[in-house]
């Protein structure tokens, strides 16, 4: 008899989190000293087959939930369900369940090359950066920051129509009320959220910070940095009290650890007046010596 496989896992510092309060910490150390394991693509690989798996499961139970539906009126439901307020009106994409439940780095892709065509620059951030540089999850939509002047948003505009894109919130971002292009590939379902950057000191550092990676058959796409990432997820849980953004925080830190730039995040941390959460988020991530 085979004896069981044993695992460098220490005991868990005083303070330390598991991602849910259902997880066991031992559970959860061993889960990040498997995640470390892996390389920012692996992870995002386990990523997009979370999702793949979440949109399949989602396509089988709407199908039972409403067997009545027309190819028509499901395809709808669908695009609802999935895209809910972003939806775009009298949106009825085409009935391919292969093509809704693709791999969703194909977009992030296409997304590059688009961009990288025009040569304006970006970074993708929010929960897909949480994932190449943290935990494995679903993720709804895809967060792109962009720097370009507004007069060129038209023409940008124009080439995602032509690549099988919707576009909303021209206007919006033209006349400057909103900072954020709303984007759905018609044929996948998938959301993307184009941010446009601002021109203070840390929205530039960013571009300089940004990391590239290869994906697998996908070609190659710029993502923000983990320091970058867990700085903007603070802020944001600053504002909102966010539980996914603390998550995501934590998952970051228990992956990197001693990887991350301390001096550069405590930095910006004070900068940004988000130092009480930066100190608890250390220790929950076990993390609370470093910096």
């Known amino acids: 008899m085979s004896s069981p496989t044993q695992l460098p896992i220490d005991a868990a510092p005083v303070g330390y989190r598991p991602q849910s309060i259902d997880t066991n910490i031992n559970a959860d150390l061993v889960r990040f000293h498997l995640y470390r394991q892996r390389t920012a693509v692996e992870r995002l690989i386990l990523g997009a087959k979370y999702k793949q798996s979440a949109r399949q499961l989602s396509i089988e139970c709407l199908r039972q939930s409403f067997p009545e539906l027309s190819e028509g009126a499901f395809s709808k ?100 009320s909103l900072q954020c292009l709303n984007i759905t590939h018609l044929e996948t379902i998938e ?23 290869t994906l697998l058959g996908s070609g190659e796409v710029s993502i923000a940095s983990p320091e970058d990432v867990i700085i903007s997820k603070l802020i944001w849980r600053r504002e909102t009290q966010s539980d996914k953004q603390w998550r995501d925080i934590l998952g970051i830190l228990k992956v990197q650890q001693e990887k991350l730039d301390f001096v550069y995040l405590q930095g910006w941390v004070e900068k940004f007046e988000i130092d009480e959460d930066w100190q608890r988020v250390k220790i929950e991530a076990g993390l609370s010596h470093l910096g």
């Open 77 to 176: 439901k669908i695009a609802q369900a999935w895209l809910q307020e972003k939806c775009p009106i009298d949106y009825i994409p085409k009935l391919n369940p292969m093509s809704w439940s693709q791999d969703p780095t194909a977009i992030a892709s296409l997304l590059a090359q688009i961009l990288n065509t025009a040569n304006i620059p970006y970074y993708i951030t929010g929960g897909v950066a949480a994932i190449a540089h943290g935990e494995p999850r679903a993720t709804i939509d895809l967060d792109v920051v962009i720097s370009i002047d507004l007069a060129d948003l038209p023409a940008l505009a124009a080439n995602f129509e032509a690549n099988g894109f919707y576009v909303a919130g021209l206007v919006d971002v033209m006349a400057g």
């Open 191 to 213: 959301n993307v959220d184009l941010m446009i950057s601002g021109r203070e000191e840390y929205d530039l550092i960013k571009f300089d910070r940004c990391r590239s990676y």
